[in-house]
């Protein structure tokens, strides 16, 4: 009787155990799972991590945890798990930041950020092995501190978000591969496998209506018992930048030692249709105050569309019909501004207005800049250049989302950035002085922005306006570049074309005034003065009283660094709460940024690893360095307007800011 009972109750404990170590979930009910920050389980039975709101993070995970390891040896024991997905965003060519399949020691992840890296590390906690996280991830971001290989890859991460295997998004089919756009909106199966014995992942995708490709897109080998620990929790970690999307889950399987069962696709819940928002406003209205107000609905919007034609009239040509989504309705753009009223105008210069928007229907916030363009010469290769400029996506650049074309008008639209533009915690007294932490953050944000541009990019963008007017600052204080106006673009491997010569004193490189040609060599130059002004609180060029010398910024570093006191010219406002040795280290790459002679100057690659401290800057008395080589190479009579230079490739128009004016955020 007594041995009767310890079976029975042997055998009860091994049923929950197994029952804890195995599930599937054709859909979702709330109390299957834990959820936190913007996570949710809709009515339709579909696990939604993330929403239309901007800067927020999502998880889910299994409400109990699984034992990974074996009690005898401690090793980690296989595992599978399959879920289906789908990304939407509102816009089609830019998303959130995608959604990450992770094994974690805790039920949430209190740490991580609530926007950039996923939803799953903090700055703090990334890469340390004390975190024993494994994860999968479905990434849409080019994030390069990341060492990621595109904006559209699946990714193993153990520990970091330093992938230690990627590949781009695709599957296997008949022995070719075929790429899969993570953001196309549409459902895909993901699969994750660990074989115990031999110390293999694999990770295979695939669309929903395609079976298991015998071939996995990822296969890497790696012992994950030092990694994981004895009871874990496993599930969905997801966050949103700028751009509002939705990251949905419609079904997940998961099973310890052994294969995890098939996903019944036909009981999976559906997605929304695209454009229920909107459908759904109307319906709340009433049928009955519908039918009763029909008559009078339909005569006013007679009235209306008559009164506001010419209002909102766009101008629209055939070759326009390609970039149509990147394209914004300008009654969207009048409304998001309230009719570009003046107290929505964040700034305004010799080459445009600036205004804050929000749109109507996603609510998503914008900066809108209009731009007048009477010539219409050249204005398709312009258009075109700004959509291939609107595709850039690195977390230290701003978005340019889109344009609209009105009359004489050009209507640009940017992501908008609540923290203003870095030049007004510099100057005039500012009411927030930000640290060395801060300035140092936000200038090796800049440079991994710049490197993107000049080299990571699939064509060579050359910015043509680093200062810190267009340097902008989100809502963690990261510096974004922004206000790609004066940006061009040329073929890596390919000389920059003679160009118009746009820029402010100060920032210009000489060679680019004598030749015309704007390189990424002039953009380092740009970069050296950017250095030195964020430092010293101080613009590269002051003007001084009557009958004196302007103050050159550059000319002062150079002679306190000749006499051995560098740290004299930095900005008294950082008191004494800095590191002498990043101090010391940016002030010297400015000047060897500041070099008139091209050639003398580093690349930005080179910019980066000097500042990340994988390279040591070189000696400045061994280059010969001297006053005569540190000029702003600005002419005596030289205004902050273009000066012409023939070339096919000349634009009709500059949307530049002014040097003091450029913004495309609030705080001005």
Known sequence: MYLNLVAAVFLLVTVVASEKSSFIFNGFQSYQLHVDGVAEITSDGLLRLTNDTKQQQGHAFYQNPIVFKNKTNGIVSSFSTTFVFAIRSEYQALSGHGIVFVVSPTRGLPNSLASHNLGLFSESNNGKSSNHVFGVELDTILSSEFDDINDNHVGIDINDLKSTNSSPAGYYYSGEFKNLSLISGEPMQLWVEYDSAKKQIDVTLAPINVNKPEKPLLSFTKDLSPILINSMYVGFSSSTGSVPTSHYVLGWSFKINGQSQQLLVSKLPKLPRLGDKKESKVLTIGLPLILLSLVVIITLAVVHVIKNKKLFAELLEDWEQEYGPHRFNYKDLYFATKGFKE??????????????????????????????????????????????????????????????????????????????????????????????????????????????????????????????????????????????????????????????????????APEHTRTGKATTSSDVFAFGAFLLEVTCGRRPIEQARECESANILVDRVYDCWKRGEILEVKDPNLGNDYRL?????????????????????????????????????????????????LTFGHHEHFQDFPLSYPSSMDRPFSLSASASESVLSGGR
């Open 343 to 508: 107290k929505e105008l964040l700034g305004s210069g010799g080459f445009g207005r600036v205004y804050k928007g929000v749109m109507p229907i996603s609510k998503m916030e914008v900066a809108v800049k209009k731009v007048s363009h009477e010539s219409r010469q050249g204005m398709k290769e312009f258009v075109a250049e700004i959509v291939s400029i609107g595709r850039l996506r690195h977390r230290n650049l701003v978005s340019l989302l889109g344009y609209c074309r009105r009359k004489g008008e050009l209507l640009l639209v940017y992501d908008y950035m609540p923290n203003g533009s870095l030049d007004k915690y510099l100057y005039n007294e500012p009411k927030v002085t930000l640290n060395w932490s801060q300035r140092f953050k936000i200038i090796k944000g800049v440079a991994s922005g710049l490197f993107y541009l000049h080299e990571e990019w699939e064509q060579v963008v050359v910015h043509r306006d680093i200062k810190a007017s267009n340097v902008l600052l989100d809502s963690e204080l990261n510096g974004r570049l922004g206000d790609f106006g004066l940006a061009r673009l040329y073929d890596h491997g390919t000389n920059p074309q003679t160009t118009h010569v746009v820029g402010p004193f100060g920032y210009l």
């Open 581 to 629: 040795d990043e101090v010391e280290l940016v002030l010297k790459l400015g000047l060897l940024c500041s070099h008139s002679e091209a050639l003398a100057r580093p690349s930005i690659r080179q910019v980066v690893k000097y500042l990340e401290r994988e390279v040591a800057l070189p000696d400045l008395s061994l280059l010969s360095l001297s006053s005569a080589g």
